[in-house]
């Protein structure tokens, strides 16, 4: 027959010390857990600056392109010179 072991009560201390350990679990867990929130929010807010930016490239390949064809069309229709955007005065090239 199997000898029943007797209780043992923990002493506050040491039921402190446990208490202060899964305290300490409790919160590592919560940081861990705010630290994820925290990288996916990065995460989306990255992906948000490179759609936006391959955005802004487009826009400017697309300016880019019509700046080209605008000078060509100028070019072809008064021949080199300068332009003046504020007054529109176009001045041939000697």
Do not use: C
């Not at 029943?4 to 201390?13: G, N, R, Y």
């Not at 802004?56 to 100028?74: F, G, I, R």
């Amino acid at each position: 027959m199997a000898k029943k072991s007797k209780e043992i009560k923990l002493t506050q201390e040491e039921l402190l010390s446990i208490s202060e350990i899964q305290t300490g679990y409790e919160n590592v867990r919560k940081g861990l857990g705010d630290l994820e929130i925290s990288r996916m929010q990065t995460e989306k807010t990255l992906d948000n600056i490179s759609n936006e930016k391959i955005r802004l490239e487009t826009e400017y390949t697309t300016l880019t392109q019509l700046e080209v064809n605008l000078v060509n069309s100028l070019n072809e229709k008064y021949g080199q010179g300068q332009i003046d955007p504020v007054s529109g005065v176009f001045t041939p090239n000697k």
